[in-house]
């Protein structure tokens, strides 16, 4: 089976929902619907960024036990994660022990944790050295340790060509963006 993914938002979910159940028993093009969550909590506009500094960790070590937890189970029972930024993740890092940080790569490794290679989201007007900035936000080491597979821009206006350039430089090749 040819296996395509759909990310949906909202009360379209009632509908795709339908036509998903409906596909159990008849020829219908929707199968499955995976459902990707991610903790979108902005520095200040949610909350005071420490809290959000602090919720975003408590996430990490939240989502980190349940794939710890379900490591072992059938793939369709594993419990997976995708970091929304990378900027809380590199705080997480800084402030986790070595043994959170070695289970941490180990659930990349895995597949069940997954990291956004930017680190927040970004205006579509930044100059070459802010994008810079943006795309080198962590060392190339852990960089490589952390092994982002995609990009995402979520609750912004577009996507911005020099970043969707700079991604492809370090070998990201996915996007994500939210309208």
């Known amino acids: 089976m040819n296996k395509k993914l759909l990310y949906v938002t909202g009360g379209f979910l009632m509908f795709i929902s339908h036509l998903a159940a409906q596909g159990q028993n008849n020829d219908l093009p929707i199968k499955s619907i995976e459902l990707i969550h991610c903790t979108h909590t902005d520095y200040g506009y949610t909350d005071n960024p420490l809290i959000v500094r602090d919720l975003h960790k408590r996430f990490l070590d939240i989502a980190l036990d349940a794939i710890i937890e379900t490591a072992d189970s059938a793939d369709n029972r594993k419990f997976s994660w995708t970091a929304e ?3 809380p993740v590199y705080l997480w890092w800084q ?7 070695n289970l941490f790569l180990q659930a990349v490794r895995s597949g069940q944790m997954d990291i956004n290679a930017s680190p927040f989201n970004m205006q579509c007007y930044a100059n ?45 090749n996915r996007i994500w963006m939210g309208i």
């Open 128 to 172: 070459a050295r802010q994008t810079n900035v943006f795309l080198n936000w962590i060392s190339p080491e852990l960089f490589e340790k952390f092994q982002p597979r995609f990009g995402m821009m979520n609750d912004v206006n577009g996507f911005p060509r020099s970043v969707a350039i700079g991604l492809l430089d370090k070998g990201i």
């Open 85 to 87: 930024a990378l900027d």
């Open 95 to 101: 402030e986790a022990s070595d043994e959170r940080r």
